[in-house]
């Protein structure tokens, strides 16, 4: 009877376009996407090579910026570039040899530790190792 | 009468004797094994005779914890039971001292290097020299009993460490202490100057932070005027006390082309818009060529300067008007439940940027703005963008919703109608 | 069909093939409650679905937790489709496993020869708000850590076996990474084997015992409806439907990812954990700091067992439904604990 296979035909179409509607954003959801997640585990910081001597680069580390250093006397080292008095973005000052706080005149020496004006605490550190040619930054 | 006579020719002879102990009278503090018999005595007494001591003895009074006790300062000898032989002005005793001998009788101890630093090594020595400076000191010297001297801001009996956060000189106290005459209408009358500057100085934005913030590096009268040397800093210096710590804008103000006008017309530089103690949080609108804007006080329609204002205002809204556009997008894309929290933390930098560009604005050159709001619009356009793309993406999410529940829709008749074949089938047969 | 001839040779799938074709389902004003303990099935499965779908991308640590789930709401393809159904659907879950108790309770279903299927059924509440707490934990954001706290705390409370029960749920003395990480071995391994056990059990003796007719029903009387296909059709009208619902609520109100969760901050004022647990939490809230010599909330904790184990045996202390008789005092304890829940839950979300 013709309707009877209508309804069969029906049922069968339309449980087939829900069964696909579920499975295309599954099959979507297993690829994953072209950038990989930037954990904050690592962080690509900086090439070696844009890293010269006594200078610095602000970075996005996770929520917040980050700054990587590399001091006059060749060592890399990394903080969190959040000042610690009013929350503004630190730089490297060359002619210092000291990050610095534009804001409100803050000084950190190259260790992070606040040394002069407004900031109450250190910089937070974070760890920097070289992989290759790349500098990365992670936590702790 | 005799008693007056009697009385005055004790101040004076003690006032002698005090001068003649201005020598190296250095008590030893650890010469607690007699008894204090100033203290035995005068702990027995209340009110006036007897607050002295208990003062002296509370744990925080920082000559007391260090073993100084009455005599240190007001001579005497603190071994004699009897009254008459211990407060014996031949001995260098001085009940009250004068308020001009304040400042030589505490500089007595605090003016000596050797003898401070055996308490603290990096205790500064030069108060005293400082404090002859001031304007305080220099009116004490013309004989004006009514300016501050040591006492007056230190306390006396139970003076506190500065660093003591209830003493009258810690930081967040400093403005009040200087305020209790400096803010006194009354006391002040004589002087002429204006009393307004605590009331001033509290609703700035210098001290909210330290008030309502507690940020101890919060300006407050010492920080500007000098404590032990306070003067007022004279216009052509206002531009560096401020500079002190708004290093940048001073920096970009001695080079701009305000700087040498305003000195040759006497303006206090930074005062000039920015007022002393009065200072607010500086807007937007204090800059270019409408009301509110400080720059037409002097600059007048037509000329260049004019348009350099009008200019520099422009670019800065502009930008802040941009960062506005974006982060309203994205809370709106938020709010919608798109994850737009990356490009929030990126408008951030934005903000950065128009921080940067506010400081810029003192080098008065349009030039220079423009260059400092240029890196911000940019993050700003980006952040912008992103908000688009989330906010696209939630439609696309509503049509594929309106899509599935279309599909499940069809399903679910199709499921009914075939539960009614089969079941007619089935009570049919 | 061929194949099913030839798994039939190996399998000897007889009494299931017979299943589909005899097993019937009673038709009376109580049987929509029937359709319950199928959809708390079905939500269940989604849960599992979407849960072994999120095991791909999330990273179970403490400084990478936050981060994952940001990246499935906003980088992943359909991420926040998964997401969210897998935290819409749990919270519909348990409601729908609240109704099925409750229906179940109701019309006496727990009486014999059905004390298992009951108490399996116990158990697989208690695994079920188990696999919300620890879940809930997983997203680490500052909700979830401080949620996290109190209920733990409160389990500390128990006499006797409170500070090892603390330490074991949290994997030390504070909330940390380590919860996280012993959570997720409870909420993705554990628990998982545990429910598949008790579920396994639960759903063959219903199959085997066939449905309860609740007390009065004549079963000589009461009409039919074949459970293949009719019942089970009209079950996949109700899955496609909560299948709808959970992709609306996922597009319309997706999951919320909070602010990342920072051990050292200071708890958040009106800290509530997630509506299920609502109706204890209050209840706690309103027992005395001390009430004689015992401290409330130790009070408060035993009372909980004591009304838990009470309620697991049910079947064996509802002596008239096991007789068949009218059970009015459960009845009424039913209701009673209904309207509580209700109310303690309406109380806690509103105030």
Same mark, same amino acid.
């Given at each position: 009877?013709?309707?009877?296979?209508?309804?069969?035909?029906?049922?069968?179409?339309?449980?087939?376009?829900?069964?696909?509607?579920?499975?295309?954003?599954?099959?979507?959801?297993?690829?994953?996407?072209?950038?990989?997640?930037?954990?904050?585990?690592?962080?690509?910081?900086?090439?070696?090579?844009?890293?010269?001597?006594?200078?610095?680069?602000?970075?996005?580390?996770?929520?917040?910026?980050?700054?990587?250093?590399?001091?006059?006397?060749?060592?890399?080292?990394?903080?969190?570039?959040?000042?610690?008095?009013?929350?503004?973005?630190?730089?490297?000052?060359?002619?210092?040899?000291?990050?610095?706080?534009?804001?409100?005149?803050?000084?950190?020496?190259?260790?992070?530790?606040?040394?002069?004006?407004?900031?109450?605490?250190?910089?937070?550190?974070?760890?920097?190792?070289?992989?290759?040619?790349?500098?990365?930054?992670?936590?702790? | 009468?005799?008693?007056?006579?009697?009385?005055?020719?004790?101040?004076?002879?003690?006032?002698?004797?005090?001068?003649?102990?201005?020598?190296?009278?250095?008590?030893?503090?650890?010469?607690?094994?007699?008894?204090?018999?100033?203290?035995?005595?005068?702990?027995?007494?209340?009110?006036?005779?007897?607050?002295?001591?208990?003062?002296?003895?509370?744990?925080?009074?920082?000559?007391?914890?260090?073993?100084?006790?009455?005599?240190?300062?007001?001579?005497?000898?603190?071994?004699?039971?009897?009254?008459?032989?211990?407060?014996?002005? #031949?001995?260098?005793?001085?009940?009250?001292?004068?308020?001009?001998?304040?400042?030589?009788?505490?500089?007595?101890?605090?003016?000596?290097?050797?003898?401070?630093?055996?308490?603290?090594?990096?205790?500064?020595?030069?108060?005293?020299?400082?404090?002859?400076?001031?304007?305080?000191?220099?009116?004490?010297?013309?004989?004006?009993?009514?300016?501050?001297?040591?006492?007056?801001?230190?306390?006396?009996?139970?003076?506190?460490?500065?660093?003591?956060?209830?003493?009258?000189?810690?930081?967040?106290?400093?403005?009040?202490?200087?305020?209790?005459?400096?803010?006194?209408?009354?006391?002040?009358?004589?002087?002429?100057?204006?009393?307004?500057?605590?009331?001033?100085?509290?609703?700035?934005?210098?001290?909210?932070?330290?008030?309502?913030?507690?940020?101890?590096?919060?300006?407050?009268?010492?920080?500007?005027?000098?404590?032990?040397?306070?003067?007022?800093?004279?216009?052509?210096?206002?531009?560096?006390?401020?500079?002190?710590?708004?290093?940048?804008?001073?920096?970009?103000?001695?080079?701009?082309?305000?700087?040498?006008?305003?000195?040759?017309?006497?303006?206090?530089?930074?005062?000039?818009?920015?007022?002393?103690?009065?200072?607010?949080?500086?807007?937007?609108?204090?800059?270019?060529?409408?009301?509110?804007?400080?720059?037409?006080?002097?600059?007048?329609?037509?000329?260049?300067?004019?348009?350099?204002? #009008?200019?520099?205002?422009?670019?800065?809204?502009?930008?802040?008007?941009?960062?506005?556009?974006?982060?309203?997008?994205?809370?709106?894309?938020?709010?919608?439940?798109?994850?737009?929290?990356?490009?929030?933390?990126?408008?951030?930098?934005?903000?950065?940027?128009?921080?940067?560009?506010?400081?810029?604005?003192?080098?008065?050159?349009?030039?220079?703005?423009?260059?400092?709001?240029?890196?911000?619009?940019?993050?700003?356009?980006?952040?912008?963008?992103?908000?688009?793309?989330?906010?696209?993406?939630?439609?696309?999410?509503?049509?594929?919703?309106?899509?599935?529940?279309?599909?499940?829709?069809?399903?679910?008749?199709?499921?009914?109608?075939?539960?009614?074949?089969?079941?007619?089938?089935?009570?049919?047969? | 069909?061929?194949?099913?001839?030839?798994?039939?040779?190996?399998?000897?799938?007889?009494?299931?093939?017979?299943?589909?074709?005899?097993?019937?389902?009673?038709?009376?004003?109580?049987?929509?409650?029937?359709?319950?303990?199928?959809?708390?099935?079905?939500?269940?499965?989604?849960?599992?679905?979407?849960?072994?779908?999120?095991?791909?991308?999330?990273?179970?640590?403490?400084?990478?937790?936050?981060?994952?789930?940001?990246?499935?709401?906003?980088?992943?393809?359909?991420?926040?489709?998964?997401?969210?159904?897998?935290?819409?659907?749990?919270?519909?879950?348990?409601?729908?496993?609240?109704?099925?108790?409750?229906?179940v309770f109701l019309t006496k279903a727990y009486r014999p020869p059905r004390e298992l299927t009951w108490i399996s059924g116990a158990v697989l509440l208690f695994l079920a708000l188990t696999f919300g707490f620890s879940g809930y934990l997983l997203p680490w954001n500052k909700v979830s850590f401080f949620a996290t706290r109190v209920g733990t705390q409160i389990a500390g409370v128990v006499p006797g076996i409170g500070t090892f029960?603390?330490?074991?749920?949290?994997?030390?003395?504070?909330?940390?990474?380590?919860?996280?990480?012993?959570?997720?071995?409870?909420?993705?391994?554990?628990?998982?084997?545990?429910?598949?056990?008790?579920?396994?059990?639960?759903?063959?003796?219903?199959?085997?015992?066939?449905?309860?007719?609740?007390?009065?029903?004549?079963?000589?009387?009461?009409?039919?409806?074949?459970?293949?296909?009719?019942?089970?059709?009209?079950?996949?009208?109700?899955?496609?439907?909560?299948?709808?619902?959970?992709?609306?609520?996922?597009?319309?109100?997706?999951?919320?990812?909070?602010?990342?969760?920072?051990?050292?901050?200071?708890?958040?004022?009106?800290?509530?954990?997630?509506?299920?647990?609502?109706?204890?939490?209050?209840?706690?809230?309103?027992?005395?700091?001390?009430?004689?010599?015992?401290?409330?909330?130790?009070?408060?904790?035993?009372?909980?067992?004591?009304?838990?184990?009470?309620?697991?045996?049910?079947?064996?202390?509802?002596?008239?439904?096991?007789?068949?008789?009218?059970?009015?005092?459960?009845?009424?304890?039913?209701?009673?604990?209904?309207?509580?829940?209700?109310?303690?839950?309406?109380?806690?979300?509103?105030?």
């Open positions: 009877m013709p309707r009877r296979s209508f309804v069969d035909y029906l049922l069968g179409t339309s449980l087939g376009m829900v069964v696909a509607a579920i499975f295309y954003p599954i099959l979507r959801f297993l690829v994953p996407p072209r950038i990989a997640e930037s954990s904050e585990l690592n962080v690509v910081a900086a090439k070696t090579a844009e890293l010269k001597p006594n200078s610095g680069k602000v970075f996005p580390f996770g929520t917040e910026p980050a700054i990587v250093i590399q001091t006059p006397g060749g060592e890399i080292r990394a903080f969190s570039a959040v000042c610690t008095h009013l929350a503004c973005t630190v730089q490297y000052r060359d002619d210092l040899q000291q990050i610095w706080c534009a804001c409100h005149d803050g000084h950190y020496d190259l260790y992070g530790k606040n040394i002069g004006g407004p900031p109450p605490q250190p910089l937070t550190k974070l760890t920097a190792n070289i992989r290759g040619d790349e500098i990365i930054v992670s936590k702790g | 009468m005799t008693g007056k006579l009697l009385t005055t020719s004790l101040g004076a002879i003690s006032a002698l004797a005090l001068f003649a102990a201005t020598g190296r009278a250095q008590p030893a503090p650890a010469a607690a094994a007699k008894v204090d018999q100033c203290v035995a005595c005068h702990s027995e007494l209340e009110g006036r005779l007897g607050d002295p001591v208990k003062a002296l003895q509370q744990k925080n009074d920082v000559h007391g914890q260090h073993g100084f006790s009455c005599a240190n300062c007001h001579g005497g000898d603190p071994s004699q039971g009897s009254g008459k032989a211990a407060m014996d002005p #031949a001995k260098g005793f001085v009940a009250v001292p004068k308020r001009q001998d304040i400042p030589r009788l505490c500089g007595k101890c605090h003016s000596d290097p050797a003898f401070m630093k055996q308490f603290d090594p990096a205790e500064r020595t030069d108060q005293e020299s400082e404090y002859s400076t001031s304007v305080h000191g220099k009116r004490l010297k013309q004989g004006d009993q009514k300016v501050a001297v040591c006492t007056s801001c230190h306390g006396f009996h139970g003076v506190k460490a500065v660093k003591n956060s209830t003493a009258p000189v810690y930081a967040l106290h400093v403005a009040e202490t200087c305020g209790s005459c400096h803010a006194n209408v009354g006391y002040m009358q004589p002087y002429g100057i204006p009393t307004d500057q605590l009331a001033k100085w509290q609703s700035s934005v210098h001290g909210e932070a330290m008030l309502k913030k507690q940020d101890l590096s919060a300006p407050t009268c010492n920080d500007c005027h000098g404590n032990h040397g306070a003067t007022p800093p004279s216009v052509a210096s206002v531009a560096n006390v401020c500079g002190t710590c708004h290093v940048r804008q001073a920096e970009l103000f001695q080079k701009s082309p305000h700087a040498k006008p305003f000195q040759a017309l006497g303006n206090g530089a930074c005062v000039q818009c920015h007022s002393n103690h009065e200072i607010h949080h500086p807007s937007d609108e204090m800059l270019g060529v409408g009301k509110q804007s400080v720059c037409v006080e002097c600059h007048f329609e037509g000329t260049s300067s004019f348009k350099a204002a #009008a200019a520099m205002s422009g670019q800065i809204s502009d930008l802040a008007a941009q960062i506005r556009r974006a982060g309203e997008i994205l809370q709106e894309a938020s709010n919608d439940g798109m994850e737009v929290s990356r490009p929030q933390f990126d408008l951030r930098e934005a903000g950065n940027k128009l921080i940067n560009a506010r400081v810029v604005v003192h080098s008065f050159a349009p030039g220079q703005v423009e260059a400092a709001v240029k890196p911000g619009l940019e993050v700003a356009g980006k952040a912008h963008q992103a908000g688009l793309v989330a906010l696209s993406d939630f439609q696309f999410r509503r049509k594929g919703l309106a899509v599935s529940l279309l599909f499940i829709a069809i399903a679910v008749a199709a499921i009914f109608l075939k539960l009614r074949q089969i079941e007619r089938r089935q009570s049919s047969a | 069909m061929k194949t099913l001839a030839w798994l039939e040779e190996r399998l000897g799938l007889e009494p299931v093939l017979k299943l589909v074709e005899k097993k019937t389902v009673p038709i009376h004003r109580h049987s929509i409650w029937y359709y319950l303990g199928g959809m708390t099935l079905f939500l269940f499965v989604t849960q599992a679905v979407t849960g072994i779908l999120l095991l791909l991308y999330y990273r179970p640590s403490s400084d990478g937790a936050y981060e994952s789930v940001q990246f499935i709401m906003g980088q992943v393809s359909f991420g926040w489709l998964v997401r969210s159904i897998h935290s819409w659907s749990a919270n519909l879950m348990i409601g729908t496993l609240f109704i099925h108790m409750f229906s029960l603390l330490r074991f749920l949290r994997g030390g003395d504070d909330v940390s990474g380590a919860t996280l990480t012993r959570f997720y071995g409870f909420h993705v391994a554990i628990l998982p084997a545990i429910t598949a056990l008790f579920l396994g059990v639960h759903v063959w003796l219903v199959q085997k015992q066939g449905m309860s007719l609740p007390p009065g029903e004549d079963e000589s009387q009461v009409k039919t409806m074949k459970f293949v296909p009719n019942f089970l059709l009209r079950d996949a009208m109700g899955w496609l439907l909560a299948l709808g619902l959970l992709a609306a609520l996922s597009a319309l109100f997706p999951w919320e990812l909070g602010q990342k969760a920072d051990p050292f901050a200071s708890a958040p004022a009106g800290i509530k954990p997630e509506w299920y647990f609502l109706f204890l939490f209050q209840t706690l809230k309103y027992i005395p700091a001390k009430v004689a010599f015992i401290d409330g909330d130790v009070l408060g904790v035993l009372i909980m067992g004591a009304g838990a184990a009470l309620w697991v045996f049910v079947p064996f202390l509802d002596r008239q439904a096991a007789r068949g008789e009218k059970s009015p005092v459960f009845t009424a304890i039913g209701w009673v604990l209904i309207v509580y829940i209700v109310g303690m839950t309406l109380v806690g979300y509103f105030t």
